[in-house]
Structures are given as structure tokens and as C-alpha cells.
């Protein structure tokens, strides 16, 4: 019911545009979480948007750098400047509401898409 779109390798400096899609679900009664998980490491949030204000919270290693915006059926994550460390796997997950920039309740989760991000 989340499919994620967008990955890909750049350099470090590139950007990128993540979309997270929703099916079958409408997209106005949850709040969507980005999530990442580089190898050996732990599933971390990264961005939150509220469902019904749009509100977007991110971590802070994120901000300024990222930026989280939605439409009728998509959430977006654009990623600029990007470097090494923000390699990972990069998964959107639905939920009743955000923690910060943590979904609280994950319902649904995406399959998730490689970001690489090279020297």
C-alpha cells in the first residue's frame, strides 16, 4: 500500500527526489514517515508531515538539506546536498500521527529504495 520511488546513486553534493505512493489508502487521514537504515545500523526517522495541516517535522541532521511536501496521492522527500553518511535504504511508513519527525503507530510500510551517495 506504500510504494517508494526515486532512488539512485549521485555524488556527494547531489540531490534527490524520494516519493512515497500511496494505494488504497487515503493519504489525508494518515501522517507519512521517512525512514533510512544504512547497513549495520538500525531503522531511524528522518522527516514526519501530519495528515491533516501538513505540518513536517525533520531530524536534525536533515534540516535545511531536506524537505518533505506531499500531494492528492504522493509524499515527497527531496534530499539536497547530500553526503555519504545519508547512504541507506530509505523507507516511507503511514501512521495516525507524528512524533516529531518520527511516525508514531506504523500501520503500513513501504519496500523502501537505495539512496548512494558517493565521494
Known amino acids: 500500500q506504500l510504494v517508494e520511488s526515486g532512488g539512485g546513486s549521485v555524488q556527494a553534493g547531489g540531490s534527490l527526489r524520494l516519493s512515497c505512493e500511496t494505494y488504497r489508502l487515503t493519504l489525508e487521514n494518515y501522517a507519512i514517515g521517512w525512514f533510512r537504515q544504512a547497513p549495520g545500523n538500525q531503522r531511524t526517522g528522518v522527516g514526519c508531515?501530519?495528515?491533516?495541516?501538513?505540518l513536517t517535522f525533520l531530524r536534525d541532521s536533515v534540516k535545511g538539506r531536506f524537505s518533505i511536501s506531499r500531494d492528492f496521492a504522493k509524499v515527497y522527500l527531496q534530499m539536497n546536498s547530500l553526503t555519504p553518511d545519508d547512504t541507506a535504504v530509505y523507507y516511507c511508513a503511514a501512521g495516525p500521527k507524528c512524533r516529531e519527525w518520527v511516525v508514531a503507530g506504523q500501520d503500513f510500510w513501504g519496500r523502501g529504495t537505495q539512496v548512494t551517495v558517493s565521494s
Open positions: 508531515i501530519e495528515s491533516r495541516d501538513g
